[in-house]
């Protein structure tokens, strides 16, 4: 996969900051391309879906039990998202 500047978009996990109303999370270890000339980031799109789908149901508990940070990984083929 290469970029439009033409350099190489390598396979990333990054930190993507979710938010759904007031709720804000950040999620940790979302798959995502990063190009090794210019920096650019794509988020994997598929990553994106299952990720916001899993902040709007966390959004749905009360505020003290709702998570900060989460490690996207663990989530990833939990059934907690379908
Ligand atoms: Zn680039």
């Known amino acids: 996969m290469n970029c ?3 350099g190489t978009m390598k396979d990333t996990k990054e930190i993507y900051p ?3 109303g007031e709720y804000q999370v950040d999620i940790k270890g979302v798959k995502a391309y990063r190009c090794d000339a210019c920096g650019k980031l794509l988020y994997e799109p598929e ?3 299952l990720l916001l789908n899993l902040t709007v149901l966390l959004s749905g508990l009360s505020k003290e039990k709702r998570p900060k940070v989460i490690d996207f990984e663990k989530f990833r083929s939990s059934q907690l998202i379908d």
């Open 47 to 49: 990553e994106i879906n």
């Open 4 to 6: 439009s500047c033409g």
């Open 18 to 20: 979710a938010k759904w």
